[in-house]
């Protein structure tokens, strides 16, 4: 880590992006699911509300007058960035990674000619601020470089992977899990080990991974329960107990969010939205985004995301 007591070059105000880099990935849980979480014990210690990944973002940057009410973990894993906080800059390599506490302004970037490519999470928790403890009161950034360690990757994919399979309680609760065992492998990297992860047998999990393999398709609660090789009515009662949610109704979230990451990564067109993910009426599928998210597709489009 080095800090500068002036900024680095900075990025002309035309060029700067908050997202849109090619092969990124982004979910933003809906608010009235991290509000639901926030209120659970033991899965709220620790929050998950935004999380992804920007390979080689350049003109990368994002400027927070008023700071957040998550906090910030960037961790860099090739090329270069910087960030301010409370009136210094600080440069930022390959292996750097840095948290920004809840409620400070800052701003951060990449370098204009070695962009970097980051793996971003954005959390809170009645916990969050314990976490710092060891190291200093969480009123500053913490920032050092770390070991490249492949299976602390692994673990994001799994919190990736766990929320982009829909927002049960257990999907939700295993990724703010998954985030302790991410957290951990910054904050106390010499002791972090990897626990081999096996591929599941659980034949909700399997049907779940099959739907999100065919969410551009239409399919009905019979396709489902035939893929499983279970009865209609059996099939529903062991989803329901595993999840909390019906089989269409978690495909509906399933397909929902989908839809969202076209709406925050790509132009396409809300009729082609709803086409890749099997709706071919776009006002129904308007009606059951605005139903699911609160907002109508173009209203999430033009809101402030990260």
Same mark, same amino acid.
């Given at each position: 880590m080095k800090k500068l007591?002036?900024?680095?070059? &900075?990025? !002309?105000?035309?060029?700067?992006k908050r997202e849109g880099f090619t092969g990124q990935k982004m979910i933003v849980l809906p608010k009235r699911v991290s509000t639901h979480i926030s209120k659970t014990p033991f899965i709220n210690a620790l929050l998950i509300t935004d999380i992804g990944y920007y390979p080689k973002a350049r003109f990368h940057y994002r400027e927070r007058t008023m700071g %957040? &009410?998550?906090? %910030?973990?960037v961790y860099c894993v090739e090329g270069k960035g910087w960030y301010e +906080?409370? #009136?210094?800059?600080?440069e930022v390599s390959p292996d750097d990674f840095f948290i920004l506490p809840a409620g400070h302004p800052h701003s951060y970037g990449?370098? *204009?000619n070695d962009p970097w490519t980051i793996y971003w999470v954005h959390f809170s928790g009645i916990m969050a601020k314990a976490l710092n403890s060891k190291l200093l009161p969480f009123t500053q950034p913490i920032h050092y470089p770390v070991n490249h360690i492949d299976e602390r990757l692994l673990v994001f994919h799994e919190m990736y992977s766990a929320l982009e399979r829909g927002?049960?309680?257990?999907?939700? #609760?295993?990724?703010? !899990?998954?985030?302790?065992? +991410?957290l951990g492998s910054f904050l106390y990297p010499d002791a972090y080990k990897h626990n081999k992860l096996e591929e599941t047998h659980d034949p909700v999990e399997k049907s779940i991974i099959w739907m999100q393999r065919h969410l551009h398709e239409s399919i009905t609660l019979e396709d489902l329960a035939k893929e499983a090789k279970y009865s209609v009515s059996y099939y529903?009662?062991? +989803?329901?107990k595993k999840t909390g949610y !019906?089989? %269409?109704d978690y495909l509906i979230h399933l397909k929902m969010q989908k839809a969202c990451q /076209?709406?925050?990564? *790509?132009?396409?067109?809300?009729?082609?939205?709803?086409?890749?993910? #099997?709706?071919? &009426?776009?006002?129904?599928? !308007?009606?059951? /985004?605005?139903?699911?998210? #609160?907002?109508?597709?173009?209203?999430?489009?033009?809101?402030?995301?990260g």
């Open positions: 007591d002036t900024p680095p070059s &900075d990025i !002309s105000p035309e060029l700067r %957040i &009410d998550q906090h %910030i973990l +906080f409370n #009136g210094q800059h600080f990449a370098d *204009t927002y049960s309680f257990e999907n939700i #609760g295993y990724a703010n !899990s998954c985030l302790w065992q +991410f529903s009662m062991l +989803f329901q !019906s089989p %269409i /076209f709406l925050d990564l *790509t132009d396409l067109k809300i009729k082609e939205i709803a086409n890749n993910i #099997g709706y071919y &009426d776009p006002y129904y599928f !308007s009606r059951i /985004f605005h139903k699911i998210m #609160g907002v109508y597709p173009m209203e999430y489009r033009r809101k402030e995301k």
